[in-house]
């Protein structure tokens, strides 16, 4: 058996969509791989597991273990709506030390392949971490605020969201305690700027089908060929077809969003799936489907056909 470890964090507010993004995974998962999951929590805060611990009964390719996370991240910078477990991605060299390596994700993604073979061919020799370009130079409001900023080659910026740490060594260099201490300013993207900005030059990039997000959709359909600069044309593919689905912004589960027919389909397909809380959803949202133009309404079904449905689990 290939053991791939994967660790989330998460508070009781995710439940569900861990769940959903946890399925996803082990839908996908080789017969030959075993995942090995950790979930970090507050220590302040009962994590309700029973959902969670059900897992394995489903996926006996999985093993659920839970680590608790310190006061250490309490008073850390919270913005946007996003909460302290956000920072608790930093720690995990230290919480989980029992691999060298290891692939962090957060919750809002769906998993459409087997991690195995990126995990194992993935060389972090002389990087702290590896993880997908953000393609700064391409998002406005973020090009201005990392220019600023002034700390970070915005050409290199990666997501913060699914990465893979080189946990041996960071504990060799005492990485961690510069994570910590930076923690402490007001960065308006939280973890991902202290992750950029300690691990700068000491980056692995990875292939787009890794992370993607919401933005790198667009640019796909909309201007392909700025994306030539950073990766070719079968890896756009690819992750187009088969990549990491990253709700970066709006959460299917919340509303509409690029993407958000896949994270359903998942959804359905999980042994979490509630008829009533998926009719509740979409019925919910007829009355907004029947205030859109015909063109709209087109466009989405363009969209369902043609895009959303590839990947899916058969």
């Known amino acids: 058996m290939k053991t791939v470890p994967v660790v989330f964090a998460f508070d009781n507010n995710l439940i569900l969509p861990a769940c959903v993004c946890i399925s996803s995974l082990m ?15 507050s220590a302040k805060k009962r994590l309700r597991q029973e959902q969670l611990n059900r897992l394995p009964q489903y996926y006996p390719n999985c093993r659920i273990q839970y680590r608790e996370v310190d006061e250490t991240f309490d008073h ?15 720690l995990i060299p230290e919480l989980v030390s029992e691999y060298d390596k290891i692939i962090y994700s957060d919750v809002d993604v769906i998993f459409r392949s087997d991690l195995s073979e990126i995990y194992n061919e993935i060389d972090l020799t002389n990087c702290y971490v590896a ?16 220019t600023k900023l002034g700390r970070v080659d915005i050409e290199g910026v990666i997501y913060a969201g699914n990465i893979i740490i080189n946990s041996k060594k960071i504990r060799e260099e005492n990485v961690v305690s510069r994570f910590k201490d930076l923690a402490r300013n007001k960065f308006r993207f939280q973890d991902l700027d202290v992750l950029n900005i300690v691990c700068q030059g000491r980056i692995s990039y990875m292939k787009p089908a890794f992370c993607l997000t919401t933005y790198f959709f667009e640019l796909a359909l909309n201007n392909r060929t700025a994306l030539y600069d950073y990766w070719k044309e079968e890896d756009i593919q690819d992750a187009m077809d088969v990549g990491i689905v990253h709700y970066n912004g709006q959460k299917p589960w919340k509303g509409y ?36 133009s015909l063109w709209k309404r087109i466009k989405i079904l363009v969209r369902y056909f043609v895009y959303g449905r590839r990947g899916l689990v058969k």
């Open 131 to 146: 993880g997908v370009n953000a393609l700064i130079p391409f998002i406005p409001n973020m090009k201005e605020y990392y």
């Open 76 to 90: 850390a910078f919270e913005i946007r709506g996003i909460t302290t477990p956000t920072y608790y991605r930093l």
């Open 27 to 41: 839908m996908h998962a080789h017969k030959d791989t075993f995942y090995d999951i950790f979930i970090l929590y």
């Open 257 to 292: 969003c690029v993407n958000f027919d896949i994270w359903w389909e998942y959804y359905r397909k999980s042994p979490f799936f509630d008829e009533k809380y998926y009719f509740d959803f979409f019925y919910g949202k007829l009355s907004e489907l029947d205030q859109l």
